[in-house]
């Protein structure tokens, strides 16, 4: 049986997760507008004493890598390749749409997350959670055309955010699943799936999920 320590620290809303396996034994949601990077490790240190778990008892440490913000998802991963490094353990990543598509009951689920500027980060996965079709950024109404015609559920951890633009598409009257904006436990269930897989691995080999680039790259390109 592996332990593992799960957290996501990708937006406004994050939370930590401890599982056996696939099965989550405790999951914490945390609520910081100021980013995670002073209140982290407190949380995680209370949540295992919580539970009589000790860090080096954990056999794999996971991370949401985004997409959200470009400064939580690098907190949370700098968090996990430091811990696993220091403990000699195995790390993985796990994307958020992927994450929230765990909450979706139908073979195909169009995830759906806010990007801001106008724009939304969605993808299509299937009842194993693999892609159908890929991870972008992009306008809501540019990204439904794109879509396989096959019939979707929608899942979103804020849906009241594009519901409406579906009336008068042909995706009006699709069904819309609401996933929690703790995310921490189904990363921890994606990830227990992976290390049984022999995926998990070297924590430097770790990197964000961002989808789009950052202002930096963007202004870098434009000159």
Known sequence: MARILSLDTTGEFGSLALAEDERVVAELPLHSPDGFAHV????????????????????CFAAAAGPGSFTGVRVGLAAVKGLAEA?????????????????GSAPLRAVVLDARRGEI?????????????????????DWLVTLPEDRLQFVSTNPEA???ALAGTR?????VVRAPRAL???VARIAARRLAAGEAGDPAALDANYVRRTDAELKWKDR
């Open 121 to 141: 980060y969605g993808a299509v996965y299937d009842v194993q959670l693999e892609l159908v079709s890929p991870e972008v950024v992009n306008k809501f109404q």
């Open 40 to 59: 982290l490790f407190g949380h995680l240190e209370r949540l295992l004493a919580a539970h009589g778990w000790r860090i080096s008892e954990i056999d």
């Open 162 to 164: 594009f519901e409406p």
């Open 184 to 186: 921490a436990g189904a």
């Open 87 to 103: 403990l000699a353990k195995r790390a993985l990543g796990v994307s958020n749409l992927q994450a929230v598509a765990s909450f």
């Open 171 to 175: 995706f009006a009257g699709a069904p």
